[in-house]
């Protein structure tokens, strides 16, 4: 299972495998207060439930996804009050604000 080792940076943590890259960006591409349980969010990602469960430690380690169950089925959210969610949104929308008349 994966989880945040203390080698790793928190950059790493982030970014150190494609399938946590994805996920992040489908989360960051999803309606805001949406829930969803593993399965789904596999299918938004484009990865298998495998690999979100694989990843799933970490991402709610950082914060980045809590718990959104109110009745006996499993849901989840991506908390966009977390620190690192709040750095992901405005790292994702400065990225997305920078483009080739940018450097021109």
Known sequence: MTTVGEQDTGWQAI????????????????????????????????????????????????????EASEFAKTEYKFNTSNKVSELLIKLDGAANNTGPEVNE
């Not at 591409?29 to 430690?57: C, I, Q, W, Y």
């Open 15 to 66: 970014a150190g495998s494609q399938v946590r890259v994805e996920i992040i960006d489908a989360l960051l591409n999803m309606p805001k207060d949406k829930r969803f349980n593993k399965s789904e969010l596999a299918d938004m990602s484009g990865v298998s439930r495998k690999s979100v469960h694989n990843h799933f430690t970490v991402l709610e380690q950082l914060g980045i996804i809590e």
